[in-house]
């Protein structure tokens, strides 16, 4: 890792280094926080959980060949050298700022409500037409995930896809300060986490921390179907890039270059078909000719239209598309190359992830869930040829009305024409008794038990949604689902 020396580490992260000054120059190969992932030449930081002590595995990461360790506590005859520090989780904040700094590659952040990690994954599906892209993987989103996934740039990268999430103020900041995107990717301001952020204003404010540390010619894309998301005008003198889906509004918008959505047919479970619209009312948008364009867009304004395969089924999913059209244009890729990466764009577990297995297709959205998420899921269940059944579980963090949004999703289960609604939580009975007055729903006091009639009741030819909040633990739903139909 370039400039990663034990000497810039303990400078970056203000740490006291303990060990030979013939080593201090040595770089770090990698830098991890799970000691079974150290190897040769690593950093290890030792982490305190609920459950386990990180320092505890400081003998075990120097058997393994580790280069150094960081420690909150003084080490008595450690095998290595190590960086003492105040406070480990802020210290590996401190070394990926550093490390960014030291990178060209351009930074792609992406936040929003709804749709982060599907939208993250379209983007690196379009960029990787060109580049060789580093994507967030699993949730590391959040303060000591982010780093992590800053910290696996290496020299052969070319472009990063990194997800921003947060749950109140201030983290936002502290994550953009780390990340310091060169393109920031907003893709709605839903209700979520409203225990902390009170209303979708405050979701606005918190998200917009995210412009904090944009350069001066760093690029926005927005959702400009999103009401909240239409009232930033301009970021630090930066007019966003937009995109927007069926609205005939969009062509009569003023930004400089946009895309838009239309023609949209449903496949099913197959995914969607539409036309994108490329549009620019300024040439200096796009200066650089693309050579399997039919014009060159540097001779003025223009508009390109390209029909798209986007193979994951649900409206969103357009959207996503959309927002990766944004962000390939704005770094230089072709037309072509961007509805390449969309058509070759794939889910993974937890979001939206169609798993066929024993005659039945289990749609695996368990990883979180929100009120708009929950809709999109249901959007998406509401395709399926066959018996549609809905396992819900609660959806966490909505403040105040938390048994209204529970319900407004049981009425909008019984207008898809789900046909089984299986829930457990204690919210979620709220959800059961409002989906009950189209169709057949039941509520059980827990997960095993609700398994238990699943089980009881699935045949061929089922589609079965499951989608819960994280702390339902509904992937052991899943696995379940996927053992007993092999």
Not at 54 to 70: E, M, T
Not at 174 to 183: F, Q, S, W
Not at 224 to 247: A, C, M
């Amino acid at each position: 890792m370039r400039q990663m020396s034990l000497q810039n580490i303990a400078h970056a992260c203000g740490g006291t280094y303990c060990g030979p000054r013939e080593l201090m120059e040595k770089e770090a190969a990698g830098v991890v926080i799970d000691s079974r992932q150290v190897q040769e030449g690593y950093l290890y930081v030792a982490m305190r959980g609920e459950r386990v002590d990180g320092h505890a595995f400081i003998p075990d990461v120097f058997a393994k060949g580790a280069l150094a360790v960081l420690s909150e506590q003084i080490l008595k005859n450690p095998a290595g050298p190590y960086i003492r520090v105040d406070s480990c989780p802020q210290a590996l904040k401190d070394i990926a700022e550093f490390y960014r700094s030291a990178l060209s590659i351009p930074v792609i952040g992406v936040a929003g409500s709804v749709g982060k990690t599907s939208t993250k994954e379209m983007i690196a599906a379009v960029l990787e037409q060109r580049y060789r892209v580093l994507k967030t993987e699993g949730n590391f989103n959040n303060e000591i995930g982010l780093p992590l996934t800053l910290l696996r740039i290496r020299p052969e990268h070319e472009a990063a896809v990194i997800e921003m999430g947060i749950s109140d103020f201030g983290e936002m900041h502290r994550l953009a300060k780390m990340a310091r995107p060169d393109v920031c990717v907003m893709t709605n301001i839903g209700q979520c986490h409203l225990e902390n952020l009170i209303d979708r204003d405050g979701v606005l404010r918190a998200k917009s921390e995210m412009f904090d540390f944009l350069k001066t010619d760093g690029v926005v894309v927005l959702n400009g179907n999103d009401d909240k998301l239409s009232t930033i005008d301009e970021v630090k003198g930066i007019r966003p890039i937009r995109y927007f889906v069926e609205d005939q509004s969009a062509e009569r918008g003023n930004d400089s270059y946009f895309v838009t959505a239309d023609g949209i047919e449903n496949r099913g479970l197959n995914g969607m078909d539409a036309v994108l619209h490329f549009y620019s009312g300024d040439s200096k948008a796009d200066s650089e000719y693309r050579e399997d364009d039919d014009m060159n867009p540097g001779h003025g304004a223009y508009r390109v239209d390209y029909p798209i395969h986007e193979p994951i089924p649900g409206i969103h999913n357009i959207y996503n598309a959309c927002a990766a059209a944004c962000v390939g244009h704005a770094l230089g890729m072709s037309h072509a190359q961007i509805c390449a990466g969309i058509a070759a764009a794939r889910t993974i577990a937890g979001r939206t992830n169609l798993i066929q297995t024993g005659g039945i297709t289990i749609i695996d959205d368990c990883y979180n869930a929100n009120p708009v998420s929950m809709k999109a899921s249901l959007d998406v269940l509401s395709l399926a040829e066959g018996r549609k059944i809905a396992v819900l579980g609660d959806m966490g963090e909505l403040g105040e009305r938390e048994r209204d949004l529970h319900r407004e999703v049981g009425v909008y289960a019984a207008k898809k024409g789900i046909d089984i609604v299986l829930c457990t939580g204690e919210l979620s009975e709220d959800l059961q008794k409002a989906a009950q007055v189209g169709c057949a729903a039941e509520h059980f006091d827990t997960r095993e038990a609700l398994l238990k009639h699943l089980l009881s009741l699935i045949k061929k030819g089922d589609a079965v949604l499951v989608k819960a909040s994280h702390f339902m633990q509904f992937s052991e739903i899943v696995e379940t689902l996927k053992r007993n139909f092999l």
